[in-house]
């Protein structure tokens, strides 16, 4: 009995090697296997990230590692609400097109029709140009002076009067750079075109109106229930440095949960704030002036994930960093949020996004 176990078993192992037949792997497997990427970057001690991996909608993996607040020692949770950072540019792209669908603006607007004295040098600036990173406008992060005014409380307006009278890096549609400055003018095109400060727009017409409870536009001042801390490490960890979030605004300022962000991509699918050809403009590929592809949409970057069509952003801001990845194809969604600048949640949200690719229909 028992030898006929064991030929059964190598008759099998057989079979994988030679056929080429891929196991199935099972829901514990899959887990073990994302456990393994993760457990070697993510120390118990020291601070730590969330991780959520959904196939269909149904989360496959949910875990927490590391501490969320190393002075009082306590573990990380997976509902810790975290600074996003650069994510934030999916909802500032997003209320774009809830706008533009409602009849109030069009992407082919010049940005000189909100902001009738901005410098654009003889050149036709537009919406599009400034949610695809096309405009040639200068980031404001790369401007001298930035570090005099980062921790100052200041309107969309003074932030855009930081940077607009740079020069420009280059015309219109002529190369992508990735660019802040376009999603603060974005932010401010928001607010000129809805009557509502861009934190209210975000919060009250998507936030809650599709239950991302947990997701607001970020406070120093205010008390956010499940708030990680945030940390740098050089010799030792350390406090994040204060900035005030007036000044990333519309480009970096949210914060969120992998449940808020899970719940988010299936708003995006659902079409319940965008119709159906809306939301293809966000995750078209478009191309410069010269028709070559710059592998961006409206706010997410258009990728191939081992040769599988992906939809990816980070974010980064001063103690966090976020990885979100998409595979529409297979309706795969990976997400990791990370309460450290030190440990980037990038590779590994790939990586386990592949993982579960890997893993088929067994899941």
Not at 174 to 183: L, Q, T
């Amino acid at each position: 009995m028992k030898n006929n176990f064991f030929r059964g078993k190598l008759l099998a192992l057989f079979t994988v090697l030679i056929l080429g037949i891929q196991p199935i792997l099972t829901a514990q497997d899959l887990e073990s296997q994302i456990d393994q990427v993760l457990e070697t970057k993510f120390e118990n001690n020291g601070p730590g990230a969330v991780f959520l991996v959904a196939k269909n909608g149904k989360i496959l993996y949910d875990k927490a590692f590391g501490l969320s607040n190393l002075e009082l020692q306590v573990p990380m949770q997976t509902d810790n609400v975290f600074e996003i950072g650069s994510m934030t540019k999916q909802f500032t792209a997003v209320s774009i097109l809830m706008l533009m669908e409602e009849g109030k603006l069009n992407l082919e607007d010049e940005i000189t029709q909100y902001i009738p004295d901005y410098p654009t040098y003889g050149h036709r600036i537009t919406i599009h140009h400034l949610l695809t990173h096309t405009s040639g406008i200068k980031d404001f992060t790369r401007v001298k002076g930035l570090n005099t005014i980062a921790q100052n409380d200041m309107e969309p307006m003074e932030i855009i009067n930081f940077f607009k009278d740079e020069p420009m890096d280059f015309a219109p549609g002529a190369a992508f750079k990735y660019n802040n400055s376009g999603y603060v003018l974005l932010g401010y095109i928001i607010e000129k075109v809805s009557g509502m400060s861009y934190a209210d727009f975000v919060e009250q017409r998507i936030f809650k109106k599709v239950g991302m409870s947990s997701s607001r536009y970020a406070s120093h001042s205010e008390v956010v229930p499940k708030r990680a801390s945030g940390y740098h490490k050089r010799e030792d960890y350390s406090n994040a440095r204060h900035i005030s979030f007036s000044i990333p605004y519309a480009s970096g300022s949210l914060m969120s949960t992998v449940a808020d962000m899970l719940k988010w991509e299936e708003v995006l699918n659902n079409h319940v704030l965008l119709n159906k050809e809306t939301t293809q403009m966000a995750f078209t590929n478009y191309t410069l002036n010269n028709g070559d592809p710059i592998n961006y949409g409206y706010g997410w970057h258009i990728k191939q994930l081992d040769d599988t069509l992906s939809y990816q952003h980070g974010g980064s801001i001063f103690g966090f960093k976020s990885m979100g990845v998409y595979l529409p194809d297979e309706d795969i969604y990976a997400v990791g949020l990370s309460n450290c600048d030190c440990n980037s949640p990038t590779e590994v949200t790939r990586e386990i996004a592949k993982l579960v690719l890997a893993a088929g229909d067994s899941n």
